[in-house]
């Protein structure tokens, strides 16, 4: 069974405070990807890496695939209070085609 | 990108009772998948519905429980039959319109009382 470890699960930060989000597995993904989810709303989709050591970033967010594809890093810079929400990585299995969810990071910026 | 409809937004119901949820796309999809997610936790996957086949359930999802219908490429329903306070969770059903690529309905918020 694959499973992702996603830490921490609960994140309560000060706002221009910096933060890294970690998924780990032992096992190996054909992508993974981050959505963000605000309360009473779906998760929606921020970013897929797909390449061993692919790095992308969106504005003051960083994602990162690890070489060997079976871990991934969100880090944030200098957080705003419009980053609260929860976090999920889920990484794309290749034997089934499903997402596999890791348990989510709740995070907090307080102005 | 894919958008993605869901009714109810969020609805109450009494023990015993059964809900369906409809799940609508402005676009074709092969796959649409249902998930569960109770408060403050991630997601879990209830099933994989394809247009002209018998929805796939995962573990501990059964049909009787969680009958769902996919009518057309746009268009899916999840029915939670005979509820129990125990099925109050956000429901979500999401679509793959692309590799790699995965969009999500606003959900469905369920209280059981």
């Known amino acids: 069974t694959q499973l992702l470890e996603q830490s921490p699960q609960f994140l309560s930060i000060q706002e221009g405070e910096n933060l890294t989000v970690y998924c780990n597995s032992s096992s190996v993904f054909s992508s993974l990807q981050w959505y963000r989810q605000e309360p009473g709303e779906g998760p929606v989709l921020l970013v897929t890496?797909?390449?061993?050591?692919e790095v992308k970033k969106l504005k003051r967010l960083t994602f990162q695939f690890g070489d060997a594809r079976k871990d991934s890093s969100l880090h944030i810079t200098a957080a705003q209070p419009g980053d609260t929400g929860l976090y999920l990585c889920?990484?794309?299995?290749?034997?089934?085609?499903?997402?596999?969810f890791g348990q989510g990071t709740t995070l907090q910026v307080k102005p | 990108s894919a958008v993605i409809s869901q009714k109810p937004s969020r609805d109450i119901c009494q023990r015993g009772t059964s809900l369906t949820i409809q799940c609508q796309v402005d676009s074709q999809v092969t796959m649409m998948f249902w998930y569960r997610q109770q408060p403050g936790q991630s997601l879990t996957l209830i099933a994989t519905?394809?247009?002209?086949?018998?929805?796939?359930?995962e573990s501990g999802f059964v049909i009787d429980k969680f009958p769902i219908s996919r009518p057309n490429l746009t268009f899916s329903t999840l029915t939670v039959s005979n509820m129990s306070p125990e099925d109050s969770s956000i429901y979500l059903c999401?679509?793959?319109?692309?590799?790699?690529?995965?969009?999500f309905g606003p959900g469905t918020r369920l209280t059981v009382l």
């Open positions: 890496v797909v390449t061993g050591g």
């Open positions: 519905a394809n247009q002209g086949s018998e929805a796939t359930y």
């Open positions: 999401s679509v793959t319109p692309g590799p790699d690529t995965q969009y």
């Open positions: 889920a990484g794309l299995s290749s034997n089934t085609g499903k997402l596999i």
